[in-house]
Structure formats: C-alpha cells, structure tokens
C-alpha cells in the first residue's frame, strides 16, 4: 500500500510538471504571435518603438515635465484603449488610482512620462488581460494605449 501511495505521488508531481511546461509553452507561443503582430503593425503604420524589458513597446509622444512618477505613485490619467485594427475599446478621462493597479503595461509605460506627457503604448496579451476574456475584451488581445499623464502625487 505504501508503495502505491508513492507511485501515485510522483505520477501527481510529473502530470502537473508537465501541465507547467505545455503552458509555459502556449504563453512563449502567444507572446511570439502578439510580437509579430505588433512588429507587422508598426510597419504598416511607420511607427518607430522602443521595445522594454517588460516586452511594451513604446513610443513617447510628449515627454512631460520632471519629475516622473513611480510605481506607488498616484496617477490621473486620460487614456484611450484600442485593438490594432483601430476599434475603440474605450476611452477614460482622468482616471485617478495608485499606478500599481493598472494593467501591467501601464505601469510600465507611465514612468516613462512626466506630468503633461503622453505615451503610445503597443502591448502584448501577457501585460494586458492576458489569455483570458475581459469583458469584451477576448483573450490573448493586443492592445494599444495612449495615454496622457495629467497629473500626480507621491
């Protein structure tokens, strides 16, 4: 008994190891797609972007004035979120929130900006609403942000 009580365990532990590689996989996968779809969207638009460590692209419009904020910053932000395709998803005007609770894209994106600002974002699934449905929004999305920082307090 004992000894079968072993063999389950490790046939536990390797089928749920394996189902950590196959979606680690399928997220590798996606961000491979969304990149490309950001790269042949750049194209077709003669947009120049710098791509961050976070895996954003950027394009700073306005830099704004300094300082900058930070993560743990309050921000007010006025933002228009679009898919690649041009359809509007939404636009928000001076939304007020700790700049860490917005998508990860956004808290990447905004430190790049001082007060007065404004960003283009081009975002992969993962730092958005990743690979599951968000309202409207359908999973594995990439999205496009613009973003003016209004204003905000440490």
Known sequence: M????ILLSFLIIGLSSCQKVYVSKL???QAAIDDQKIQDYMKANNITATKDASGVYYKIVNPGTDPK???TSTVKLTYTTEYLN???IGKVDGSTARLNTYVLAIQAG???????GRIILLVPSALAYG????????????????????GFSN
């Open 2 to 5: 004992k000894k079968l009580l």
């Open 27 to 29: 997220r590798v996968q």
């Open 69 to 71: 904020p930070i993560t």
């Open 86 to 88: 041009g359809i509007t």
């Open 110 to 116: 905004v430190p790049k900006i001082g007060t007065g």
């Open 131 to 150: 690979d599951a449905d968000h309202g409207d929004i359908p999973a594995n999305s990439v999205i496009l942000y613009t973003l003016d920082l209004d």
